[in-house]
């Protein structure tokens, strides 16, 4: 059974840092892209960065802007989130998610249940 366990959420005041981690099991992880989404109140979900297979190419959402660094290590089967210079409008729900194939032109079939970041203005 996929499962998909994200950590590393909190609050935390506007500039300042923190780091998601996503935890996985049940697959070969090193074969299928993944990535991250987020979901803010009154607001459709959106993806926020993804990163393929081997990790050696990433995509991020125009509102990141720099910000945001995603990552994976497929040893460990995890992937991560480095956000910095965190805004309010960043508050939302974050979703680990993996895609069907290596890469992230591929539909998304796991999901995990979500981390909450709250930024403070």
């Known amino acids: 059974q996929v499962q998909l366990v994200e950590s590393g959420g909190g609050l935390v005041q506007a500039g300042g840092s923190l780091r998601l981690s996503c935890a996985a099991s049940?697959?070969?992880?090193?074969?299928?892209?993944m990535g991250w989404f987020r979901q803010a109140p009154g607001k459709q979900r959106e993806v926020v960065a993804t990163i393929t297979a081997g990790g050696g190419s990433v995509k991020y959402a125009d509102f990141v802007n720099g910000r945001f660094t995603i990552s994976r290590n497929n040893a460990r089967n995890m992937m991560y989130l480095q956000m910095n210079s965190l805004r309010p409008e960043d508050t939302a729900v974050y979703f680990c998610?993996?895609?069907?194939?290596?890469?992230?032109?591929?539909?998304?079939?796991?999901w995990g249940q979500g981390t909450q970041v709250t930024v403070s203005s």
């Open positions: 998610v993996t895609y069907s194939s290596a890469t992230y032109y591929s539909q998304t079939d796991y």
């Open positions: 049940g697959r070969t992880f090193s074969s299928y892209a």
